[in-house]
């Protein structure tokens, strides 16, 4: 029979004595990351590596501090780092669709845009001064003078030829034209023409169309004359633009000599703005079509001339940080905004937008990869960035489109960048496997423990911590038994009693809850009292299913013996986990052994109700009951295993050794004492392998059977292997100190037959055979009168076959 397990194995304390403070008011405010040495260490490689793909994945549950502690690390990292150059997008003169970038240094892209701004204003006052000037008007009309008088002397020379001839040169609808004229001067009429003699006719004909040529001749040398008067002019505009208000662009001009970039901007803008002048004079206003369609004044487009700041680093101290809440695809990118007048989409280059990737450029950005992988275009656009060291902003719907539209092209701007994906377990191994890219992009692990070491280093780290969270948010202050109890609260989250939980966040949560309970209870300090009461709270407002069970069958609606002794039934165990909370579940499991040659079946697998796991279990038993008692002769057996009263499926090994036992009772028929209940998995060796949720199933069995009533005969059966795991809660470590519960740790599976059945399980002799009044006594005659009634019948059988077949 195995030992009981003792009262200092149940739980594992910490003493208050450790720590040398009165309250945590006294202790220093903790900064660091508490047992997570390994992540710590992938950071620090991560962030300092430059090459490229070493950015970082950051993996672990819920609450272990991945993005507290990313953050703390890239604020003090990034300080002492050099401030990334601003970016800015400018009007491109020889391809409007392809704006230019251009970069400056941090705070100076405002500058250049201010001065650009200035510029123009300027420009707006002083260009219209140079055309409303005397002398600008003086040269003007002399140009324009000079012209129409060789006009004019050209077209009086042709007059006085066509006179000479007898012709006039008049203007009519289609323009000038040649007509013949009588001696007063008058035109020659078409019937006085008809009435001349055809020599005469011959002869006008010939001299109007000699001079026709001749005037059409000079109408074209008239408009050559006066494009290049128009050209003059322009040109005499330009010049004096240039001598009255070029110094002005050139002021600006200067201060950037230093960028090539925007030096031959400059000089675009300054061909641009002399071949635009008229936008900087007042337009004259037209009277509209339609008096009651008045259009809006149409302004001069200076847009052109606009400085479009896209990242202004002005205000940084360091490397820029950036923590991305929402990464959509426009938030991560930027895009190019619209807007609608009169029906159409219009944009230019000043409505592009970037977005975070521009703001973290020559820093970090941190990202959710759970939030990344939900919105569509973003992670495939994110690691097309990575990999080109470049950022686009693109029209992604464009390709989706029924029609193409024009849009911009914006030049792309250098990326250089180290990303911090931050998600759980399961998000970091699916895109490791089925991402070739992924593992080219994102080389460093960072991986987070929920656990670390219960030394007395991380316990004075969790009392700081504790301190820390109660200073921060204000929160009463915890004196030496509230810490020691926070420090077993997180050896209870961890299921261990060497290990602490580093899911901070639900242990903040404790905190806080415990607080405010003291602050309840008008007590100064948090003490364990007012842990174990927000703890039992805690439990209160999630246990409704659990209760509801439990009372169904203190009911007997479920059915679960915690008394007397039964032929093949045991109590298993099982956990329920609703996700904020998890229970144990007794449950009974039956089982009918009988003559035939049918096996072991598990009903749970023929109505396809078990899990992979669980029939594997089934196999192992099945195995061990084959290398246990048919090891010279074979043993014919049909036998049935169930889970009674359970209506979803099974899954899971944890109840092999309870299975094993009740069909081991139902062979044997040997009663199993139903006052214990056992939870265990086992190998085809019989050896008994430890299961999750062991503090949960003990709990779970002793609160029934508290509720019936504890008479000492009641307890559990659980792995040796898990005796480390226990932390249980005060009422069942009273009880065990008390007497009237017990827990049996077991490494074999016949110590634990022999807890439920009260025999020796049996150690087989040199011939094979078991001592009288053992278990495996009982089995193994059990199981050669199955045999030998099976044999019988089929010999029986064999005869009828055979005498049917002699008649």
């Known amino acids: 029979m195995p030992d009981k397990l003792s009262i200092d194995k149940l739980y594992r304390y910490c003493d208050p004595n450790v720590f ?260 900087f004079t007042a337009p004259e206003e037209q009277a509209p079509a339609l008096p009651f369609m008045k259009l809006p004044k149409a302004e001069p487009a200076f847009t052109r001339y606009t400085v479009n700041v896209l990242v202004n680093n002005e205000a940084c101290k360091g490397a820029p940080c950036v923590f991305e809440s929402n990464p959509t695809y426009y938030n991560l990118f930027g895009r190019i905004e619209h807007k609608i007048q009169y029906g159409i989409a219009l944009t230019d280059f000043s409505m592009i937008k970037g977005g975070s990737l521009y703001k973290a450029n020559g820093g970090y950005i941190v990202i959710n990869v759970l939030d990344l992988l939900r919105n569509i275009f973003a992670y495939d656009a994110l690691k097309r960035a990575i990999r080109n060291r470049e950022l686009k902003i693109e029209d992604v719907w464009e390709q989706y489109r029924l029609i193409s539209t024009i849009t911009l092209r914006p030049e792309a701007i250098p990326l250089n960048v180290k990303v911090v994906l931050a998600g759980n377990p399961y998000l970091y191994y699916l895109l490791y496997n089925l991402d070739e890219e992924y593992r080219e992009l994102f080389k460093v692990k960072a991986d ?133 909370y998890s229970f144990g579940k007794p449950s009974r499991i039956t089982a009918k052994a009988y003559a035939g040659k049918a096996g072991v079946v598990n009903i749970e697998r023929e109505t396809k109700m078990s899990g992979k796991i669980h029939e594997k279990a089934i196999l192992i038993i099945t195995n061990y009951l084959g290398s246990k008692y048919a090891t010279k002769k074979p043993i014919s057996l049909s036998a049935s295993i169930t889970f009674e009263q359970l209506y979803d499926m099974v899954e899971g090994d944890s109840a092999s050794c309870a299975e094993l036992y009740a069909l081991l009772s139902s062979i044997a028929n040997i009663p199993l004492k139903q006052t214990i209940a056992i939870t265990g998995s086992m190998d085809q060796n019989g050896d008994v392998q430890p299961i999750g949720g062991v503090n949960e199933k003990i709990e779970g069995f002793f609160d029934l059977c508290r509720l019936r009533g504890l008479d000492g005969s009641h307890g559990v059966i659980i792995p040796k292997r898990n005796v480390k795991h226990l932390m249980l809660k005060k009422n069942v470590v009273d009880a065990v100190k008390e007497g009237k519960f017990t827990i049996y740790p077991i490494e074999r599976v016949e110590e634990g037959l022999e807890i439920l059945t009260g025999l020796p399980a049996g150690e087989p002799k040199e011939d094979g055979t078991y001592t009288e009044g053992t278990v495996n006594y009982f089995v193994v005659k059990r199981l050669t009168e199955i045999s030998e009634a099976v044999k019988e019948k089929k010999e029986e059988e064999k005869e009828k076959g055979g005498k049917a077949k002699d008649t």
Not at 454 to 468: G, I, L, S
């Open 20 to 279: 040398t403070f009165t309250t945590t008011d006294e202790l220093k405010a903790f900064t660091g990351t508490v047992g997570q040495e390994r992540a710590l260490s992938s950071i620090d490689f991560g962030l300092s590596l430059d090459s490229m793909g070493f950015n970082i994945f950051i993996l672990g549950e819920n609450g272990t501090g991945k993005m507290t502690t990313i953050r703390s690390i890239l604020e003090q990292k990034a300080k002492d780092e050099p401030v990334p150059q601003d970016w800015c997008y400018v009007y491109n003169f020889k391809d409007p669709d392809a704006p230019l970038t251009v970069s400056l240094d941090p705070g100076k892209a405002v500058l250049f845009q201010k001065d650009m701004e200035e510029l123009i204003k300027i420009l707006k006052v002083e260009i219209p001064k140079v055309f409303d000037s005397k002398e600008y008007e003086k040269q003007k009309n002399k140009i324009v003078e000079e012209s129409q008088k060789k006009q004019k002397e050209t077209f009086a020379s042709l007059e006085e030829e066509a006179r000479e001839k007898g012709f006039s040169v008049r203007k009519t609808v289609s323009g000038l034209m040649i007509i013949p004229v009588k001696k007063t001067g008058e035109p020659l009429t078409e019937e006085e023409y008809e009435l001349l003699d055809e020599g005469t006719r011959k002869k006008i004909d010939e001299i109007g169309k000699i001079l026709q040529e001749k005037l059409n001749d000079m109408v074209r040398v008239i408009r050559e004359s006066e494009k290049m008067v128009k050209e003059a002019i322009a040109k005499f505009e330009k010049e004096t633009a240039l001598a009255e208000v070029g110094h002005f662009i050139d002021e600006v001009k200067n201060k950037y000599k230093e960028h090539e970039k925007i030096t031959a901007y400059f000089d675009s803008v300054k061909t641009d703005i002399l071949e635009h002048l008229d936008d």
């Open 448 to 580: 987070f423990d929920s656990r670390m070491d219960r030394t007395d280093e991380n316990v004075q780290k969790y009392a700081a911590f504790v301190a820390t969270r109660c200073s921060e948010e204000k929160l009463l202050p915890f004196d030496r038994t509230g810490v020691a109890k926070i420090v077993e609260v997180g050896s209870r989250l961890a299921d261990h009693q060497n290990k602490l939980s580093s899911r901070f966040s639900e242990i903040t949560d404790i905190i806080r809850e415990s607080s405010y309970w003291a602050s309840k209870a008008d007590s100064h300090v948090v003490t364990e009292e007012h842990v174990n009461k927000a703890m039992d709270e805690r439990v209160f407002r999630t246990n409704r299913i659990e209760e509801r069970l439990r009372e169904m069958v203190l009911e007997g609606t479920i059915i679960i013996d915690t008394e007397g002794d039964k032929v093949g039934q045991v109590n298993g165990l099982a956990v329920i986990d609703l996700g904020d």
